[in-house]
């Protein structure tokens, strides 16, 4: 099967904070495959796509969510398309969920011997029922600074904040609780940012060269993220060739744990020592002109259209519901 003149549907847009990325995102996964001859076309996730898909049931050979944010990233979606028995591009729904929860795929890489940094996560209520002066005081005896708060669900660097001491903690919090029911307070690791992205056309997963980011701001927010000439690229990073190696086979070893399939962004941090450390995995990773896989597979030499057509391909011949399946991994 090949990808020239099979259609492909891409989902981008939603309600998510995330929705611009998402847009942007789809407009080149669309551009890409239009250049390798597929049929496409771009919708948006809302009350009419699930009746159009059945309507249109035998003339979509493939869906390509590009949704980032919970509207996407968290397996909901995808379990509506196996239900509807429409091939797609990605994940199970299961194995979603796990990367979403950046306390559960930390625990899962965790227990398969990936390092991690110290963390400890708490949900909104614990705040009201403990007290919040009394839990950011536990808090700053339990982690060392400085430290890092994000939400334990989301993406794009969205509601993260750096705690330096005690006093920082109540602002971070209430950032992080804008975009998420939980938070994430984790040891902040200095070192050098490798992204890598991990594909799967059939043959088993593979890393394409990790990227180094070096944000000009000197932290890689969504600003740094998203607007041109925020950050430095260096796709493969300035790291040595053993470190190359040691995080691109971490990457494919955190994606087979958690289950992610056909295309992922594994995040690490290399320390002074050389040695990295997993921050977290993105089921559904950015698309954009300044997004990490992209540039990731170019520095593979391989032709971003080619290779994204490889993926619908390969989903579309796979069907709904063979993604490979989630190790049973008990948290």
């Known amino acids: 099967m090949t990808i020239e003149g099979r259609h492909v549907v891409i989902l981008s847009g939603g309600i998510s904070h995330e929705r611009d990325v998402s847009l942007r995102s789809g407009r080149r996964v669309s551009d890409a495959l239009i250049k390798a001859g597929a049929r496409v076309t771009v919708r948006e996730p ?4 699930l009746p159009w898909l059945e309507q249109h049931f035998e003339d979509v050979d493939v869906v390509w969510p590009v ?3 919970v509207s996407g990233e968290n397996g909901a979606l995808y379990s509506l398309l196996r239900a509807l028995e429409v091939p797609y591009v990605g994940s199970r729904p299961t194995a979603a969920m796990l990367a979403w929860n950046k306390a ?6 965790k227990r398969a011997g990936i390092a991690t940094p110290q963390s400890i996560v708490l949900p909104n209520d614990t705040f009201r029922e403990l007290g919040a002066a009394s839990v950011i005081d536990a808090i700053s005896k339990g982690v060392d600074f400085p430290a890092v708060v994000k939400p334990v669900e989301g993406g794009s660097s969205q509601g993260v904040s750096f705690v330096n001491e005690k006093a920082e903690f109540s602002r971070a919090m209430v950032t992080a609780f804008t975009y998420s029911d939980g938070v994430l307070i984790e040891k902040k690791v200095t070192g050098t940012e490798l992204m890598v992205g991990v594909l799967d056309f059939g043959e088993g997963p593979f890393a394409v060269p ?5 944000p000009h701001s000197g932290v890689y927010d969504y600003a740094a993220r998203y607007n041109a000439g925020e950050t430095t690229f260096f796709a493969p990073a300035r790291v040595s060739e053993a470190v190359l190696a040691e995080v691109s086979e971490l ?3 955190a994606c087979q744990v958690i289950g992610l399939a056909d295309v992922a962004r594994v995040d690490f941090i290399v320390d002074e020592s050389g040695k990295p450390w997993f921050i977290e995995a993105d089921p559904i990773p950015g698309m954009t002109e300044t997004s990490l896989v992209p540039l990731g597979i170019q520095a593979a030499g391989l032709e971003v259209s080619d290779v994204y057509a490889r993926l619908a391909e390969h989903a579309a011949a796979r069907g709904p519901r063979n993604t ?5 991994l008990v948290v």
């Open 104 to 109: 559960t795929s930390k625990a899962l890489v």
């Open 46 to 49: 809302d009350e009419k796509l």
């Open 324 to 328: 490979p399946a989630t190790p049973n």
């Open 210 to 214: 990790p990227v180094e980011v070096v």
């Open 251 to 253: 990457a494919v070893k």
């Open 67 to 69: 949704l980032h944010g």
